[in-house]
């Protein structure tokens, strides 16, 4: 009971900063003169995943749980892309994915191709080539992650004139100061850290008292607790009309926790940390891999409809994660 009631605590620590996210990110993008696509994907996504960082490094050293930590993220990544099917939900009478700029796929390739690195790594976890006591696919996953941010800013700059419109038309906190949103927006951030660092010894505790074994509640229970500022936020920002900055959070969350899978290989010092979890997190890493393709087809396509309340990529996009919980079952 205690570890229930520990877990539901931080997690209404997390939905409570995160509701502030949204809005403070938007005023920031308004000030700095910033598409809400690169703030979406760079400091919206990189705040979101704070409770992943903080949740990976301390399961490595304190808890000494290296399945959690990468349960954690692979979970993340496939949680991401389920929030954006439901995002579709809010989103009328129109598909998100028509609403929302194509230059997402830029950065969702990038997500597929570190995915992908990481389902390699798991299958072929005795092949790791460690540089030092990490594996070479960290470096990997930090090299392509700086060119997805290099290339998707680049990308941006190309719109400026689309957005400088933007900014003309909607210039919606002339009275909030950029100092005032700077400091709520990290006040509010170190509260997600704070209630992330609880949550690898409480997913042990439940992972031991419910026979469900770290790989499955890694990726469930402690996934849906740190994913929770993704989806506060984006839910905010679609509620604001700011579709890029939702959707740019997603994509962008599952760039940044790829990089801290790379952090988390750092702060493991027994080896390559790939080598050391179970390989059944493959499943997780497809999964996402699935789930952001069927995305980038959607936006792609950009259907002018949506039968009932639900376009058929989000619905499909559901039925893969439903897949995926089926499968993490199975091999728990």
């Known amino acids: 009971m205690i570890l229930w009631i520990g877990f539901i605590v931080c997690t209404s620590a997390i ?99 570190l995915l992908s690195i990481v389902a390699g790594g798991l299958f072929f976890r005795k092949y790791s080539f460690p540089l030092g006591w990490i594996g070479a696919y960290s470096l990997l996953f930090v090299i392509i992650y700086f060119i997805a941010m290099r290339l998707v800013y680049a990308y941006e700059k190309r719109q400026v004139a689309e957005f400088m419109k933007e900014i003309a038309r909607e210039m919606k906190y002339k009275e909030i100061p950029v100092k005032t949103a700077v400091f709520h927006y990290c006040i509010n951030a170190l509260i997600v850290v704070a209630a992330a660092l609880f949550l690898p010894k409480i997913g042990e505790g439940i992972a031991e008292t419910t026979g469900l074994g770290q790989t499955f509640v890694g990726n469930i229970f402690i996934a849906l607790s740190t994913t929770l500022p993704e989806v506060v936020v984006s839910i905010a920002a679609v509620r604001m009309d700011a579709v890029d900055l939702a959707i740019g959070n997603l994509f962008g969350s599952n760039l940044f926790n790829i990089f801290i899978l790379a952090v988390d290989d750092l702060f493991f010092v027994k080896g390559p940390i790939l080598s050391f979890v179970n390989p059944n997190h493959a499943i997780s890493a497809l999964s996402a891999i699935a789930m952001t393709a069927v995305a980038v087809i959607g936006l792609t396509y950009r259907a002018e409809r949506k039968p009932l309340f639900l376009a058929w990529d989000s619905f499909s996009i559901l039925l893969i994660y439903l897949m995926n919980l089926m499968l993490l079952y199975m091999v728990k």
């Not at 000030?31 to 995943?49: C, E, H, N, Q, Y």
């Not at 995002?87 to 598909?95: G, T």
């Open 15 to 113: 939905v409570y900063a995160g509701t502030k996210l949204a809005k403070y990110g938007d005023i920031i993008s308004e000030k700095a003169g910033l598409g809400r696509t690169w703030i979406g994907v760079v400091l919206m996504a990189s705040v979101t995943s704070l409770p992943e960082l903080a949740t990976g490094i301390s399961s490595v050293t304190y808890a000494g749980v290296p399945d959690i930590a990468i349960g954690d993220i692979l979970g993340a990544c496939v949680f991401n892309m389920c929030i954006l099917a439901f995002l579709d939900v809010l989103s009328k009478p129109v598909p998100i994915s028509a609403k929302a700029r194509q230059g997402h796929i830029l950065s969702a390739g990038f997500g597929v191709l």
